[in-house]
T-cell receptor
């Protein structure tokens, strides 16, 4: 079974600074997707960024980028120029790309990010 | 408006009662999911459905029942609620293509006294 681990229950960052959230996963599959979701206090689940395992290039979405290390099974999220609105719970998630997965996600435990003005 | 709607947003009930959480999506997505969110565990899959009348267990299915008679609806029922089922419940849907992200409802906070 796949597992996803976020070892940082809480992180904090100063506004305009950079912060990195860690995520490791365990799988025997070679074709999969990895995601970072943001959950603000409103409880919405917002997709931040997605990485396909077959792509060597790290995904980037504006101020958000990932460091995907397939051999090490590591998938960290870097937030640059942090803003107050980035404060939220962040979840790392894994999905096997095969048809038998039916799109099921396996989530990490979450990291609460606090942004200080 | 297109989207995924969960109801109710908040629910308080007592142990032993039956409670049903509703989920409705307007995208005609084949896949639908129920997760529960608990501190220290992230989101865990309860049940999922690949299409109407096709459902299967996830990681934590005990005490829950689902049905999917129509593509757009995927209700979750707690047949006899227990305090350990106090949680935030999320419904999600996605298209069957593997590169499509899941779309989540806004969640239901369920408290069982």
């Amino acid at each position: 079974a796949q597992t996803v681990t976020q070892s940082q229950p809480e992180m904090s960052v100063q506004e305009a600074e950079t912060v990195t959230l860690s995520c490791t996963y365990d799988t025997s599959e070679s074709d999969y997707y990895l995601f970072w979701y943001k959950q603000p206090p409103s409880r919405q689940m917002i997709l931040v960024i997605r990485q396909e395992a077959y792509k060597q290039q790290n995904a980037t979405e504006n101020r958000f980028s990932v460091n995907f290390q397939k051999a090490a099974k590591s998938f960290s999220l870097k937030i640059s120029d942090s803003q107050l609105g980035d404060a939220a719970m962040y979840f790392c998630a894994y999905r096997y790309a095969g048809g038998t997965s039916y799109g099921k996600l396996t989530f990490g435990q979450g990291t609460i990010l606090t942004v200080h003005p | 408006d297109a989207g995924i709607t969960q109801s109710p947003r908040y629910k308080i009930t007592e142990t032993g009662r039956q409670v049903t959480l509703m989920c409705h999506q307007t995208w005609s997505h084949s896949y639908m999911f129920w997760y529960r969110q608990d501190l220290g565990h992230g989101l865990r899959l309860i049940y999922y459905s690949a299409a109407a009348d096709i459902t299967d267990k996830g990681e934590v299915p005990d005490g829950y029942v689902v049905s999917r008679s129509k593509t757009e609806n995927f209700p979750l029922t707690l047949e006899s609620a227990t305090r350990s089922q106090t949680s935030v419940y999320f419904c999600a849907s996605s298209a069957p293509l593997s590169n499509q992200p899941q779309h989540f409802g806004d969640g239901t906070r369920l408290s069982i006294l």
